[in-house]
């Protein structure tokens, strides 16, 4: 993504590695989380990426252009270059990456990682992504190759890139400004429209991506065809107002704002104004054409490839990362890519490398391939182990390699809603097809967070003879049947279905009702009457309480048992990753740990007196409030000597529904007193 790219039969430009510098410690100092009392001093660190787009495809557009000129243009010599500058580095870092994860990562994530590697290998990582479902997927702190995205985007222009400079230079000689200036616009439209309605799409795809690489194309040809007829001032005065709007979206504009999109016009448009302008010795071309800084530049697809996988491991291994931590590995990082600058790239850039080297590449890419998919067939080689893993640990990840509300399965098998396929899963089923255990006289109704009690509460009722009805469905809480939550639109649908199922119960049930209430202020509407997705209507924040609350005084006036949960406290740390670092650090002897931010607790208690201003008491309503039995004072517990509270973002791990639902439902007697 971020190749250096020695422009043959160009003039070298040193600034240009200068901005290449400055990318790459966006990049770096963003996934670092610096900040200074507070205030986060990188917030868009991650506009690096786009830069490195602009300066691909200026340089990449002026040496296919070049030789197109002079009739000697060779697909195959362009794929040879690309291929000597990305894959040797990239393979180095992926061998020593697979080497730490085999060590450091449970085996559900080694599979995982086995699944980026491969997609990382073949450069269809930004497909991988995509597709990923980010509903369980791990945060990106965790994600050792997520950078190598962008490396995939970028290799699958080269793959069209060359036949639209055949084309646009056969036929459109003289319009291919324009010809560029029509891709650009339209790519840039379509990633404004899908950042909102499809923003894995937009972030990951080249389609959304391609306009960024194109900006790079279009300055290249308005450098080589357009003359230079504007008053000195400008390139005196405009490269500096170009690295301006770079700092600028790299220090105020955060990561909160739709990307790609119109906002990112603004690096894009200002390292532009620095590769057409900067051609004098004006003030912001003398500080990018600094010495340190262009070392810095030339040696940045290094920095780019280690600094992800360092960071990672060290989360795995040793848990978060203060300030002092982080500088310490961006240095590692800096003397990593010193070494693979000059022990791999420099070496494999000759115009004509020797056989044994690609026979290197090609073996080492091969033994990859063959480590991913013997991890991914072995499940992340889990047979294997306890060679990793205490005994303890290994013991305890039964309850943590699966997410808690995708536990429960039935032996007979229904059918998931919006595929229609067969599964024994019991979330996400059409609720006609709901998995039904034992006597049936409990009801859990709502989504993950609800499902998240599923399991625990299924092997204690069927300890007594009893069982559950399961009607829980990611992102869909029990609210009315016009709203809808996050990217399932079927919500609406799904709790219609689950009032008829509910209308046909001919005794009385026990409801265990549990969201995510947090994602109530995002809620939305389904059009109104006919009852479909059109256009996105937001739903109003007591639209969606009140009916709420009025689904559960529906089921208490039909004589129902409610068991309500009140709103969980969420975590940003990783619990699971946590807990079994501790294990493993510890030799089993894992104490009390706290979430060391109070803003789960404060958020807890927020919803839960908006809640108390809509539920109100019923002989035959139980509220259970997690803050209670997870919470001391205002720090909430994440982990105790019965394991990790939580698997998978906020959700609760086995021990921590266990903890939860506590007395009132695990301590009931065993028997039926009659």
Not at 259 to 280: A, D, E, K, M, N
Not at 328 to 347: D, H, Q
Not at 401 to 408: A, I, N, S
Not at 539 to 552: E, G, K, M, R
């Amino acid at each position: 993504m971020i190749v250096n790219h020695m422009a043959h039969n160009m003039r070298y430009r040193a600034e240009l590695d200068g901005v290449r510098a400055v990318a790459v410690l966006a990049v770096v100092f963003y996934h670092a989380k610096l900040s200074l009392l507070g205030y986060e001093l990188f917030k868009g660190g991650f506009f690096g990426v786009d830069i490195f787009f602009v300066l691909s495809g200026f340089l990449i557009t002026s040496i296919i252009f070049s030789d197109l000129a002079k009739n000697h243009f060779s697909i195959r010599d362009f794929f040879l270059r690309r291929a000597k500058r990305i894959l040797p580095a990239l393979i180095l870092v992926l061998l020593i990456s697979s080497f730490f994860a085999y060590i450091f990562l449970l085996p559900d994530n080694l599979a995982v990682y086995a699944k980026t590697l491969l997609s990382s290998l073949f450069f269809i990582s930004n497909f991988y992504f995509f597709c990923e479902d980010t509903y369980i997927s791990d945060s990106s702190d965790y994600k050792p190759l997520l950078h190598t995205w962008s490396l995939s985007v970028e290799w699958q222009f080269y793959i069209i890139f060359p036949f639209l400079c055949i084309i646009a230079f056969k036929h459109f000689k003289h319009k291919k400004l324009k010809f560029v200036i029509f891709l650009l616009v339209s790519s840039l439209l379509l990633a404004q429209f899908l950042s909102s309605w499809q923003p894995n799409f937009s972030f990951y795809l080249l389609p959304t991506r391609m306009w960024e690489l194109l900006a790079g194309s279009a300055v290249a040809i308005l450098l080589m065809d357009c003359k230079d007829n504007l008053n000195k001032i400008y390139y005196k005065v405009m490269p500096s107002v170009g690295l301006l709007l770079i700092l600028f979206s790299i220090l105020f504009v955060d990561d909160k704002v739709l990307h790609p999109s119109i906002i990112t016009v603004l690096p894009i448009l200002g390292t532009c104004i620095v590769i057409y302008f900067s051609r004098q010795r004006d003030i912001a071309t003398s500080l990018l054409s600094l010495k340190p800084v262009i070392f810095i530049g030339a040696i940045s697809y290094s920095i780019y490839l280690w600094h992800q996988p360092l960071f990672v491991f060290y989360r795995v291994k040793m848990g978060s990362i203060n300030v002092q931590v982080s500088i310490v590995l961006i240095l590692l990082c800096v003397a990593l890519a010193i070494a693979s600058f000059y022990l791999i790239e420099k070496p494999f850039r000759k115009r004509h490398l020797a056989a044994w080297k690609w026979a290197v590449m090609s073996i080492s890419m091969l033994i990859l391939t063959i480590f991913a998919g013997l991890a991914i067939f072995k499940n992340g080689f889990s047979d294997s182990a306890s060679e990793r893993l205490s005994p303890l640990a290994i013991k305890r990840y039964e309850d943590f390699k699966t997410p808690e509300f995708r536990r429960l399965e039935s032996a007979t098998e229904g059918r998931n809603y919006l595929s229609g396929n067969a599964t024994p899963l019991c979330i996400n089923r059409d609720p006609s097809d709901a998995c039904r255990f034992g006597d049936e006289s409990w009801v859990v109704i709502g989504d993950s967070y609800a499902g998240s009690f599923e399991y625990a509460l299924q092997t204690e009722l069927a300890a007594r003879g009893k069982g559950i009805i399961s009607l829980t469905y990611e992102q869909c809480s029990f609210v009315s049947d016009n709203l809808w939550f996050g990217t399932a639109p079927e919500c609406a649908e799904i709790n219609r279905r689950r009032w008829n199922v509910i209308k046909a119960f001919t005794d009385k049930k026990t409801f265990l009702i549990s969201a995510n209430y947090a994602q109530f202020k995002d809620t939305k509407m389904v059009d109104n009457p006919s009852h479909s997705i059109g256009s996105v209507l937001t739903a109003s924040n007591v639209l969606v309480w009140t009916s709420l609350a009025d689904n559960i005084n529906k089921l208490l006036s039909m004589g129902h048992r409610v068991v309500m949960v009140y709103p969980i406290p969420t975590v940003r740390t990783d619990v699971k990753r946590e807990y079994f670092r501790l294990l493993n650090v510890s030799n089993g002897n894992v104490g009390k740990v706290y979430d060391k931010s109070t803003k789960g607790y404060n958020a807890a208690i927020s919803l839960s007196e908006k809640l108390d201003t809509y539920i109100k008491p019923n002989p035959n309503l139980i509220i259970i409030n997690p803050v209670d039995s997870l919470c001391e004072g205002h720090s909430c517990l994440i982990i105790n000597k019965s394991g990790g509270l939580y698997n998978q973002g906020s959700h609760l791990s086995n021990a921590g529904a266990k903890l939860v639902l506590g007395r009132i439902i695990f301590e009931e007697p065993k028997t039926d007193p009659h």
